[in-house]
């Protein structure tokens, strides 16, 4: 087959977010060691034969499938057949095929919450349909899905109308862990699995699970490359760099480092990583200590929240050294921040603007104008979620 090519005649791709690349998955390996709280696994994906290229900072796209229990005990509870035809867009396909692949069934749509509702008085739940009542509704909703709504109801819905209230199941966005330049022909990815109970039920992440579970086997993982426009390494080798990732945040930054190590970069990089228990949660650790020793990582500081009676979190670390990470950001460092947006960046951002006040002798507000002043010249840039 013939590819398609630009204007310049390199070849590009024809897989992309409509038309993802069915990858083979070649490495599938957890990352915690025995007694850790947590499930973090490494994944090594083959691009061979896509057309498919990334640069440091991209996410990859990962299409899932449903937890195929999941998808019985609902067409079960609906009191349908698996190979009943159903309509999902433009597609007429079974059943069982159109809630595997094809719909979100864990979290319930606007409209199947409505529906249910008014279709089961004595629940209650009417009420929380009104504007004022969103976040009651929301927290309602919490650790609840589709199964423990469709259970509500005295008799289901047929399963035509069911699949019409139902949203459509949505790829998951990645950083990409590793470089090309380090892994040709291959895409890494950093995931934590999700799984957990809540009113009575065992409860998975769909793609997390997907990957951890059902990958790799008889299933190919349909991807695509999601290119980033705000982070990305700094247009110079020579450019000191400041890292935080704590968690699966060290996903970029082990993407970063394997670059700047191919190409030989001269810039400072420093690394703040943190997690539960140094002995079981210490993600890549060979790789990090052997960077940290041949000088790769100027610097790697560790936050370990559980290993001491006070908790320590890696904005503790930049906190700690303070007058450093200064001297860092006044030599022109670009600083990164990647994992959860709700608490651990926020509480990174406050330790920032701290450590511009105290160790740069600035005011609030000339703390406030320097960080806008970083964000705009793209030395702060942060991937959370």
Known sequence: MTRPTDVNGATVSIHGKSNPFPAKLLKNVLLNKPGSGKEVRHYEISLAGSGLTYEVGDVLGIVPANCPELVDEIIATLK????????????????????????????PSQEFFATVANAAPPTGLAVLLALEKRDELKQWLYGRGVLDLLLLLAEPPPAADFVRLMKKLTPRLYSISSSPKAHPGEVHLTVSAVRYESFGRNRKGVASTFLADRAGDAEFVKVFVQPSHGFKLPASGDTPIIMVGPGTGIAPFRAFLEEREAIGAKGRNWLLFGDQ????????????????????????????????AEKLYVQHRMLENAAELWSWLDAGAHFYVCGDASRMAKDVDAALHKIIETAGGKSADEAKTYVAKLKSDKRYQRDVY
Do not use: N
């Not at 309509?87 to 809630?99: I, Q």
């Open 80 to 107: 349908c057949s698996p190979t009943e035809t159903v309509t999902v867009g433009e597609l007429t396909l079974p059943l069982r095929e159109a809630l595997l692949r094809h719909l979100d069934i864990t979290k």
């Open 277 to 308: 228990k140094r002995s079981t949660d210490f993600l890549y650790e060979e790789q990090l200590t052997a960077w940290h020793k041949s000088g790769l990582l100027a610097r790697l500081d560790l936050a370990f929240s559980r290993d001491q």
